[in-house]
């Protein structure tokens, strides 16, 4: 706000001083010669209007910007958590769809509900068996989360294995190039060896910590080596028609869940109030200089 006030004022006297306005008042007719005149005699009071209104102005412009992106990041941080903007977990009993229910909009995850175990250094680890094909349909993604895109990402995932091990994106410290994750399967603990092809600081589903780094897979290798965890749809639509939709096509639902549209009841509530009253200082600005 300093920077915005000297930059204004500076700027407003540069304009208003003779030189220019001498230049300026020469070629104009009589009244507008006449009105160039009167306008420098009075520089400092311009200057002052001149400054008083870009502040009320940058003010209101600043925090309605301010406003918007603390919202939007806060939608951001509980929408990279769920992964997409609505979460649908299917039932044990049922079998998983064989493609996406939803064409389009949805996409098949399978994700670790116990945290995998990293076998060498016993390290734990989040495991999110996706398809490559339909992922970027639904999931919640950034250009800063990582330095290539996420079909790029999901493009390493089809490579072929490297012998035994399975491609897979790392996400988070901690992560060896290559290791082998302990994961439940049907017959009790199943291992899979996985081989680090890509790296992303974050990615859809990461959850709301980073205590735990985060192995993303193709989902058909853990179908492979038989990991039994809950199949979810990940759909690109938070309507709560979402789950009507897929019952009426046999799906048995657990539950579904949608991240806050909003910020109301989270910490960053006091910091919008604060950036909306500096927003009604701003507005009150522009009336007093409109009055002057």
């Given at each position: 706000?300093?920077?915005?006030?000297?930059g204004a004022?500076l700027a407003?006297?540069l304009v208003?001083?003779?030189r220019?306005?001498?230049?300026?008042a020469r070629r104009l007719?009589?009244?507008g010669?006449l009105?160039?005149?009167?306008?420098a005699?009075?520089r400092?009071g311009a200057?002052?209007?001149?400054?008083?209104?870009?502040?009320?102005?940058?003010?209101v412009?600043?925090?309605?910007?301010?406003s918007?992106?603390v919202?939007a990041t806060a939608?951001?941080?509980?929408?990279l958590?769920?992964g997409?903007?609505?979460?649908?977990?299917l039932s044990h009993?049922?079998?998983s769809?064989?493609?996406a229910?939803?064409?389009g909009?949805?996409t098949?995850v399978?994700?670790t509900?116990?945290?995998?175990?990293v076998?060498?250094g016993?390290d734990?680890?989040?495991?999110l068996?996706?398809?490559?094909?339909t992922f970027?349909?639904a999931a919640?993604?950034?250009?800063?989360?990582a330095?290539?895109s996420l079909?790029d990402?999901l493009?390493r995932?089809?490579?072929?294995?490297d012998?035994?091990?399975?491609p897979?994106?790392?996400?988070?410290?901690?992560?060896?190039?290559?290791?082998?994750l302990s994961?439940r399967?049907?017959d009790?603990?199943?291992e899979?060896e996985?081989?680090i092809v890509a790296?992303s600081?974050a990615f859809?589903g990461?959850?709301?910590?980073?205590d735990?780094p985060?192995?993303?897979v193709?989902?058909?290798a853990l179908?492979r080596?038989?990991v039994v965890?809950h199949t979810e749809v990940w759909?690109?639509d938070?309507?709560?028609?979402?789950?009507?939709?897929?019952?009426?096509?046999?799906?048995?639902?657990?539950f579904?869940a949608?991240?806050?549209?909003?910020?109301?009841g989270t910490?960053?509530?006091?910091?919008?109030?604060a950036?909306?009253y500096?927003?009604v200082?701003?507005?009150a600005?522009?009336?007093?200089?409109?009055?002057g």
């Open positions: 706000l300093l920077l915005l006030a000297g004022g407003a006297r208003l001083s003779a220019v306005l001498d230049p300026i007719p009589t009244p010669w009105a160039v005149r009167r306008l005699s009075a400092l200057s002052l209007i001149v400054t008083g209104a870009a502040i009320s102005i940058g003010i412009v600043f925090a309605g910007a301010m918007s992106s919202s939608y951001a941080k509980a929408t958590g769920h997409s903007a609505q979460i649908v977990r009993t049922q079998a769809p064989d493609s229910p939803l064409p909009v949805s098949l399978t994700r509900t116990e945290s995998g175990v076998r060498r016993h734990q680890a989040d495991v068996g996706v398809d490559p094909d970027a349909d919640f993604w950034d250009d800063s989360f330095n290539q079909p990402l493009a995932l089809e490579a072929e294995p012998g035994a091990a399975v897979a994106i790392g996400v988070g410290e901690g992560l060896p190039e290559r290791f082998v994961l399967g049907e009790g603990a199943t899979l996985v081989a790296r600081e859809p990461l959850g709301f910590t980073r735990r985060l192995v993303v193709d989902r058909r179908t080596n038989e965890e759909v690109d938070a309507s709560p028609a979402v789950a009507e939709r897929l019952g009426q096509q046999g799906v048995q639902i657990v579904s949608r991240p806050a549209a909003d910020i109301r910490l960053r509530q006091p910091q919008v109030w950036i909306d500096l927003e200082v701003g507005l600005a522009g009336l007093v200089t409109v009055a």
